[in-house]
């Protein structure tokens, strides 16, 4: 046994670790550059143009129009209502398809989720054009239906707010159902089975059991969702036909009609600060490792 | 305390997958209160027997009784059992305080009897104190302790256990199969467990139901299963075990031309084979009328701790090579004066240890 002296090989076995460490390090180099280049300066530059005014000084006039302006206002309520409404939606339409795909075996599900990304994999654009196909005036839907005598006379689906939530639900569907299934999956079907040996209906085995431990799957499904409908552009501007504004239609607005990157600036900025405020309420609210570690 | 158990009648349970027999007209009764153990390889069909007293899995046909009643069209929650799984299967986002009142809080137990049957349960387990730790931050072997508290924490007349110790490292294993024993003598209730290993099985059961093929092959208590396996099968599953095949004639058994003594009253001649034990060998200075003797050459020796194996190999005439194992329990035998390897070494076994069984019981 070596005490006080050097042990055997010591420095160089501490030097070779070291070695690992930077090389780990290393994997993580391109993708900080990427992030550094692609995502915090152009945002610090967002920053900075959203406080400088048209006379192009410092000020805060950017922001002091959004505060007084009640179209601002209603851009952000209407922003807001729609996310959270798609969001509601997806949900209420997710995560039954998901608890039925984690409840068949693998194979067939694996077909399901086929079904579920074929979609996802489509250009939005032509999503959603497809969907002015179908729910316009004289579209599928209407002709069919009213050709068929359900309807006397064809219904508004687009231009509105429900042609907006149709095509975004539609859209937003898969980021819920991927990390819902991915997490139902995990879960151990005998939690459910020990659940039920212990006297528990089907229904109050779901509730207790099934339901709790699907929460981090759902939150995360739900905040994704919600989150990229806050940006949403293209499907709002075709399906809401002008008449459903959302903040990113009018950030596009301020730059292409009246190019004031500025105002158009301070608006991102407002919508980010809001997004990362929700995410860290989220956060607080509901610890995601809380649930869902298997025993 | 039959008031604390039930007896369960098994009858005819069949259950196919398609063209496979999981299960094949199985009958079996357990008495009430006893501790019966279903023993067999993986995919024998012993976990899809207990998963048809558990209700997760329906028979094609067949019945099971809880007490005289019929309970096989009953779902699970209705059957009143308490069940122990292979993983635990607690619920992670409770506490173990909260897994073990689950199955209280479902009967609408009032919460002050909930707590004191929550602490009792704990304590019966040795897990008192533990109520307000999160499930993940317990070790394998409390985490089966907490599974088991909350599976007999409703006094159910009935416990089920599915490879419940698979999980636990063999150390730990033999202390809780000990424990589990002397929780069932306390608790009383009637307890089936399954296990593949038969160690477990012989250490822990009142009776053995031995299992393959998705058919009951033998059912008896440890000793008997040990010493008189029906057919080829079980005697090489349980315990280890060298199979001679051996001609019976006239009260003689030979193997090729070398003729044994039998104790055992066998019914018919024939074809029959010799169950020999590696621990009921013993290395013969002189031969006495009562054992039946082996010439041969130690292959190998191997010193295992408690005890010394010895491979010896015979060389029989008209009948060709065959190996024995012979086990010695350390102490008795001083290793330095055993026969070293390729040495001559004469191996006895007692004629009343000399067990034959039919040929015909064999696994082909």
């Known amino acids: ?295 | 305390m039959t008031d604390s158990s039930l007896n369960i009648s098994i009858k005819d349970v069949t259950k196919t997958y398609g063209d496979f027999y999981a299960l094949k007209d199985v009958s079996l009764e357990v008495t009430s209160g006893e501790f019966l153990t279903l023993l067999g390889p993986s995919g024998s069909g012993k976990t899809t027997l207990l998963m048809v007293l558990a209700g997760f899995t329906n028979p094609d046909y067949g019945s099971v009784k809880f007490g005289g009643e019929e309970v096989v069209l009953k779902p699970p929650h209705l059957r009143g059992i308490g069940m122990v799984f292979q993983n635990y299967a607690l619920f992670p986002h409770m506490s173990v305080a909260e897994n073990v009142a689950y199955p209280q809080k479902l009967r609408g137990v009032s919460k002050e009897e909930t707590r004191k049957s929550v602490e009792k349960a704990l304590a019966t387990v040795k897990l008192q104190g533990l109520g307000h730790r999160r499930v993940d931050e317990l070790s394998g072997g409390q985490k089966q302790r907490v599974a088991l508290a909350r599976a007999i924490v409703f006094q159910p007349k009935i416990l089920l256990m599915d490879e419940p110790l698979s999980a636990l490292d063999k150390k730990l294993r033999e202390e809780m199969q000990i424990e589990l024993r002397q929780l069932h003598d306390s608790l009383n209730m009637t307890t089936v467990y399954v296990t593949h290993d038969q160690k477990e099985a012989l250490t822990m059961s009142d009776r053995i139901a031995v299992i393959n093929d998705g058919q009951l092959m033998q059912l008896g208590s440890p000793n008997e299963i040990y010493q008189r396996p029906k057919n080829a099968f079980i005697a090489d599953f349980i315990g280890e075990s060298s199979l001679l095949p051996a001609k019976v004639k006239g009260g003689f058994a030979t193997i090729g031309s070398k003729k044994l003594k039998i104790a055992q009253e066998l019914k018919k001649d024939g074809d029959f084979m010799l169950v020999v034990r590696p621990e009921k060998l013993f290395i013969a200075n002189k031969k006495s009328r009562d054992a039946n003797y082996f010439e041969g050459l130690v292959e190998d020796s191997i010193f295992q701790g408690e005890s010394q194996l010895m491979v010896v190999k015979l060389n029989l005439e008209n009948y060709g090579e065959v190996s024995l194992r012979l086990r010695l329990p350390n102490g008795s035998t001083n290793v330095g004066e055993l026969p070293r390897v390729n040495e001559k070494i004469i191996l006895g076994l007692k004629i009343a240890d000399s067990y034959f069984l039919e040929a015909a019981n064999g696994r082909d």
């Open chain 1, 1 to 295: 046994m070596v005490g006080i002296e050097q042990n055997f090989n010591q420095a160089e076995l501490a030097q070779l670790a070291r070695r690992e460490h930077y090389t780990f390090f290393g994997l993580t180099l391109p993708y900080l550059v990427l992030v550094g280049a692609m995502i915090i300066v152009p945002i610090g530059w967002l920053f900075l143009l959203s406080f400088i005014g048209r006379d192009g000084s410092f000020s805060f006039e950017n922001y002091e129009r959004m505060i007084n302006s009640k179209a601002y206002i209603r851009i952000f309520l209407t922003t807001f209502k729609i996310s959270i409404l798609t969001t509601l939606f997806c949900a209420l339409l997710g995560y039954p398809l998901a608890y039925f795909m984690s409840q068949i075996p693998r194979k067939w599900a694996n077909i399901c989720m086929i079904g579920v990304l074929i979609p996802f994999w489509t250009s939005l654009l032509v999503r959603t054009y497809a969907w002015l196909v179908l729910l316009q005036k004289k579209g599928l839907v209407n002709t069919v239906a009213v050709d068929l005598g359900l309807l006397s006379e064809p219904i508004k689906f687009v231009h509105n707010t429900s042609g907006t939530l149709i095509g975004m639900v539609h859209i937003m569907l898969p980021f819920l159902i991927l990390p819902l299934y991915a997490n139902m999956r995990a879960i151990d079907p005998h939690c459910v089975k020990a659940a039920s040996s212990l006297g528990a209906t089907p229904v109050r085995a779901f509730w207790t059991v099934f339901f709790p431990l699907s929460m981090p799957g759902l939150i995360a499904g739900l905040l994704i969702v919600f989150v990229l409908c806050l940006g949403f552009y293209v499907t709002p501007a075709v399906l809401g036909g002008g008449k459903v504004i959302m903040a990113a239609m009018k950030i596009s607005s301020n730059i292409e009609l009246y190019f004031s990157w500025g105002a158009a600036s301070a608006l991102g900025v407002v919508l980010l600060v809001v997004t990362m405020l929700i995410l860290f309420i989220a956060s607080k609210l509901v610890s995601l490792d809380q649930f869902g570690q298997r025993s």
